[in-house]
């Protein structure tokens, strides 16, 4: 397996020492026996891969696609990636700087990583109308982009520059929004909020109503909208990519949801989650983690139920 760097390791550092992680790794998974209650551990990170749910916890990668939970390896995720476009398809990102991908639903992984400097991924999202195009969040460091299933990388732009200093991205969604700046952008959540910035990469902006490029040339003032609290982390980003106008972010204040790509906001939950995934083939279908237990909304984040491994299968 390809060595990393463990901890934050800035692109500075790394181009100054010319630290580089190359070649390919073959991870093989361990499997645990189906478990049908939450004894895998608390869920970190939650995504869809299809139809089933993943689950990272401090005991590793875990999928449910029936009545019970399987392990896919003993690696736990700091961020995790797939696409509805392409079925099997997994990425996990770790706080050791590793970028894993596997093809077949988690059976078998190769690294991904190569060029990147080791800093701990903090987030990763796939390009929303290019899924062969992946974006990491690294820490203490910015943005980088491949555009070939994580063999090449490069770094795209550096971290969103808020209230007078640089922040890291939190969570990063790939948004699909029909604007005047061509309707993909990268949304972001930092510790001083949410930010966006379009796929031309020219700078990080607030999210608008309207037409943004032509509100950006003619230097309008924004229209008021309900946004959300001022200066609140935004931890967690999630929405189902064939339904981009419906967006929802995790604060300590509870769950927020949008229903116009990020413009207007309304508290759907007023308990902290620590972690969200969307359903891809129903906006409204939520599964959390909040309290150390899996939870489910099936109305956007307003109600919940415990998480049954039968009525989810």
């Not at 939190?170 to 005047?180: D, F, K, M, N």
Request: proline share 6%.
């Amino acid at each position: 397996m390809t060595t990393t760097t463990t901890g934050v390791l800035s692109r500075r550092r790394f181009l100054y020492t010319g630290l580089a992680a190359i070649g390919t790794a073959i991870v093989t998974p361990r499997y645990a026996l189906a478990q049908t209650g939450p004894a895998f551990g608390t869920p970190t990170v939650l995504a869809f891969e299809g139809s089933a749910l993943l689950a990272a916890t401090a005991k590793g990668l875990h999928r449910h696609d029936g009545a019970g939970w399987r392990r896919l390896n003993e690696e736990s995720p700091s961020a995790l990636a797939t696409h509805p476009g392409r079925p099997g398809v997994i990425f996990t990102g770790s706080r050791e700087g590793h970028i894993q991908r596997s093809t077949d639903g988690g059976q078998s992984w190769t690294s991904a990583a190569a060029g990147l400097p080791g800093a701990a991924v903090l987030s990763l999202t796939i390009g929303a109308r290019a899924p062969e195009t992946l974006y990491a969040a690294l820490e203490g460091d910015g943005l980088w982009r491949s555009e070939d299933d994580g063999a090449n990388w490069e770094l795209v732009m550096d971290r969103p520059y808020l209230e007078g200093a640089e922040h890291d991205v939190l969570s990063l969604v790939s948004v699909a929004h029909e604007t005047g700046m061509g309707g993909i952008w990268l949304y972001a959540g930092t510790t001083a909020g949410l930010t966006r910035v379009p796929d031309c990469f020219c700078r990080w902006q607030d999210v608008v109503a309207g037409d943004a490029l032509d509100a950006l040339v003619a230097g309008k003032e924004p229209e008021e909208a309900a946004s959300l609290p001022a200066d609140a982390p935004v931890q967690i980003l999630a929405l189902a990519p064939e339904t981009p106008e419906t967006l929802y972010a995790a604060l300590p204040t509870g769950l927020w949801r949008s229903s116009d790509a990020g413009v207007n906001w309304a508290q759907a939950h007023s308990e902290p989650l620590s972690a969200l995934t969307v359903n891809p083939a129903d906006a409204l279908h939520l599964i959390a983690a909040h309290s150390g237990e899996l939870r489910v909304s099936k109305d956007g984040g307003t109600t919940w139920t415990s998480f049954d491994p039968i009525k989810e299968s």
